[in-house]
């Protein structure tokens, strides 16, 4: 390879040999004496890269006014896109509700947090702002943040898993430190022993969830709660899923890696598909028959539909979850009462 001393063979390759072909489809020159035809243009390529080339072949039919024969090579070239970063806004640990302690200390700070700072509160917004920034600053504070997301009965089974999770993984750092064989069978058979408990966790949860269907469905109650419980039972034997990020794009198609942006373009889409101006005929207003208004209506919300409402709210849902807001107590109640009748008099929705 003297004609290419920069040419190291460990990683190159010619691709006129990777393709079987005809020797038609192989030879590019002549030799004008024996008219026999020989093999001189080649594509080397790298052999990382080699997966890019489809297909190397002579040209029969192009001459380029030379006794050479054309040869060919055919590329797949993709162009690596870079995809936006995208800011994942972090999850309050509210599996931790389900501990009756937690529950009823994360809803004795919260009842305080607002208690202190309520009366300084005028308008709508500010009270707004005070319930919120109360359940955000107890729940990070009490109940942390979701640092993995994990199946839902293995967040209820951690406190008893935890034990051994920890026995497991302080065995196996001690035998990467040691390299003894010894420390090695004693963190094989932990690990061992702790694949039978995750299993029975996960089986009992599973059972406790299927007796929970039936309960239900013996009585006669085959409504959303029932449901519910179906769907974790699918979701928990089926195993995790990954959720794919929702990307909000502008109207030029440009994406929207912003928070602000992307609040600013759900705005933009929402004005512009619901303030459609419609046409109509007075005649055909005129002539419809008037109803009595419903007065009932107009009364500011009671305490039984407020909790009717929050009763309805679906877990899981981003921000303030509701797991949060279902656990507080009676006294956070009535703060969010008086904040409801006040954007029902006012008519102002703070955000």
Not at 30 to 36: A, D, L, N, Y
Not at 142 to 170: A, C, H, Y
Request: with cysteine; net charge positive; glycine share 6%.
């Amino acid at each position: 390879m003297g004609w290419c001393p920069w040419q190291t063979w460990s990683w190159s390759v010619v691709m006129n040999m990777m393709f079987e072909k005809k020797e038609i489809h192989k030879c590019t020159w002549q030799h004008p004496g024996s008219k026999r035809w020989h093999c001189i243009d080649y594509i080397i390529m790298r052999q990382c890269q080699r997966h890019m080339c489809s297909v190397v072949m002579v040209l029969r039919s192009a001459d380029c006014w030379t006794n050479h024969k054309l040869l060919q090579g055919q590329l797949r070239i993709r162009v690596p896109m870079k995809k936006p970063r995208l800011v994942l806004r972090k999850r309050f640990e509210v599996g931790a509700l389900k501990d009756e302690k937690i529950c009823r200390r994360f809803s004795e700070k919260v009842s305080e947090r607002v208690a202190s700072k309520w009366q300084s509160a005028t308008s709508t917004a500010e009270k707004w702002e005070v319930i919120r920034d109360g359940l955000k600053d107890v729940g990070g504070s009490v109940l942390g943040w979701e640092t993995k997301r994990q199946p839902d009965w293995f967040k209820e089974s951690i406190s008893v898993l935890k034990d051994g999770i920890d026995k497991r993984n302080m065995l196996f750092g001690r035998w990467l430190r040691s390299g003894k064989v010894s420390d090695c069978q004693r963190y094989v058979a932990q690990r061992r022993i702790e694949a039978g408990a995750v299993k029975k966790a996960k089986n009992e949860w599973l059972q406790k969830k299927a007796e929970e269907v039936e309960r239900r469905l013996l009585s006669g109650h085959t409504g959303g709660g029932c449901w519910r419980s179906m769907t974790e039972i699918q979701k928990g034997s089926a195993g995790m899923r990954p959720v794919m990020n929702r990307v909000v794009r502008k109207s030029s198609g440009e994406v929207c890696v912003d928070r602000g942006e992307q609040l600013r373009r759900w705005n933009e889409h929402f004005s512009t598909m619901l303030n459609i101006r419609s046409s109509y005929q007075e005649d055909a207003i005129s002539e419809t028959p008037n109803h009595p208004a419903d007065e009932s209506l107009d009364a500011p919300p009671s305490d039984d539909e407020v909790l009717e409402a929050l009763a309805k709210l679906k877990n899981g849902k981003a921000g303030l979850l509701p797991e949060m807001r279902k656990c507080c107590s009676a006294e956070l109640l009535e703060y969010l009462m008086e904040l409801f009748s006040n954007v029902w008099l006012e008519g102002d929705i703070p955000f």
